[in-house]
């Protein structure tokens, strides 16, 4: 037994400079700790993030509370408890918010603790622990999708959709994936450099660029210069994070200053899947648009079509979608749900309906490294973890590098998408 001694949780600051979740659990092992991110385009279904919204600290995102709800609920709840136990540890922090949007203690102090147990149960490598918890039988070493240009939410230019992202499906090994990844990045600044100005080099979010383009091919055109100025057109492939709840209005898609239709935007889509070699569309539709997330799906041939915000990874919402077709590939995000054992369990429901899996990230990020674990551990054979750029992203695809080296000729890479 992994006996929990006590639990210490304190307020720091996430990649934006805003508070975020921090939790000590600490054993006869020693100390673990865990950090939550937090996103900017957040879904309706998404679990609740607790900040302190009445207090003039920090404008408002302070989040103390969620800290004394760990400091003085939690802790008194779990101290005891075995931490290798991960069901037993996440099931005691359900009763505690039994809400199913973690309304009552919030969704942010159930996941600082849930992810510090995890850690310290993991005596050797986190992502061992996670694949026990998922039922892996062999470790994958994930394809990375490389967010380098940004728009929407994430940038303060004029590109409508969120996120452009490079996948180099034909590299033979993650740490070739990552060197494609960073060389592309630094020859596009270059060339955005060359053609805009150093504005144009500022970075968003996640670590992408935001340049001063309004149509939604141009990102397109000028990754692709960058990628065949280096030679990997035959290794590079381009995914699409459309986060078009923040496009949806009064029932229409408004893009490049025009209101789209459902339907005329599913033919859009289609269109740049056929004039571009994209392979992944991320959040195409509004989060309860099922009827057009089914359409998009059942056209398309090259590509996935990734759910987020219709998922939120939670397990009921993904079980309606895979009842519905609505997507093929699960974006999983720990914090959109709440617990360890939730997370997994949306993944294995996923996995169940012949759905694939992105782990991902959040704009609001920690150098936390946990989703690098998460991913090798469930062996999804894919990450969002932004650009190979600024310490938070980073950490994760350092981390990943460690795993591959310490797996040796175990350390598989996966390039099957579809």
């Known amino acids: 037994m992994l006996k929990i001694k006590s639990i210490h949780a304190r307020e720091i600051l996430d990649s934006r400079g805003n508070p975020t979740v921090e939790c000590d659990i600490i054993t006869s092992d020693g100390c673990s700790t865990a950090s ?187 990754i692709l210069d960058a990628v065949n100025e280096l030679g990997y057109l035959n290794k590079v492939k381009l995914g699409i994070d459309c986060a078009a709840s923040t496009l949806y209005s009064n029932g229409h898609y408004k893009i490049e200053d025009k209101a789209l239709a459902a339907h005329q935007l599913l033919d859009r889509y289609e269109e740049l899947a056929a004039s571009y070699p994209i392979i992944s569309i991320e959040d195409p539709f509004a989060e309860e648009d099922f009827e057009h997330f089914s359409l998009l799906t059942k056209t398309a041939k090259k590509f996935q079509v990734v759910a987020d915000d219709l998922t939120a990874t939670n397990p009921e919402r993904i079980k309606s979608a895979a009842a519905e077709k609505a997507a093929n590939c699960l974006l999983l995000k720990m914090n959109q749900i709440g617990t360890v054992t939730e997370a997994l369990e949306a993944g294995k429901i996923a996995k169940k309906a012949g759905w694939n899996i992105m782990v991902s990230h959040r704009s609001g990020e920690t150098t936390d490294d946990f989703i690098a674990d998460l991913a090798v551990g469930i062996a999804c054979g894919q990450i969002k973890s932004g650009a190979p750029c600024r310490g938070e992203r980073i950490a994760k695809y350092n981390r990943l590098l460690r795993i591959e080296e310490t797996l040796g000729k175990k350390a598989h890479y996966t390039r099957r998408f579809l």
């Open 36 to 222: 939550v991110p937090s996103g900017a385009s957040v879904g309706f279904n998404e679990a609740w993030e607790n900040r302190d919204e009445r207090n003039k600290r920090y404008h408002g995102k302070g989040v103390q509370t969620a800290v004394a709800n760990i400091n003085k609920i939690i802790a008194r709840k779990i101290a005891g408890m075995d931490a290798a136990n991960q069901q037993a540890v996440d099931s005691a922090l359900l009763k505690l918010d039994p809400t199913a949007q973690k309304v009552k203690l919030g969704a942010n102090a159930l996941l600082a603790v849930s992810m510090a147990c995890c850690r310290a149960a993991s005596p050797h490598a986190l992502y061992e622990n996670v694949g026990k918890l998922f039922g892996t039988k062999k470790y994958i070493l994930p394809v990375p999708a490389f967010n380098i240009i940004n728009g929407g939410k994430h940038a303060g230019n004029t590109i409508d959709l969120q996120e452009y992202m490079i996948l180099p499906v034909g590299a033979k090994s993650f740490s070739e994936a990552l060197q494609i990844g960073a060389e592309v990045y630094q020859t596009l600044k270059t060339l955005l450099l060359g053609k805009f100005g150093k504005s144009a080099i500022n970075v968003g979010d996640e670590g992408g660029f935001a340049p001063p383009m309004t149509c939604i091919e141009e990102p397109f055109d000028m």
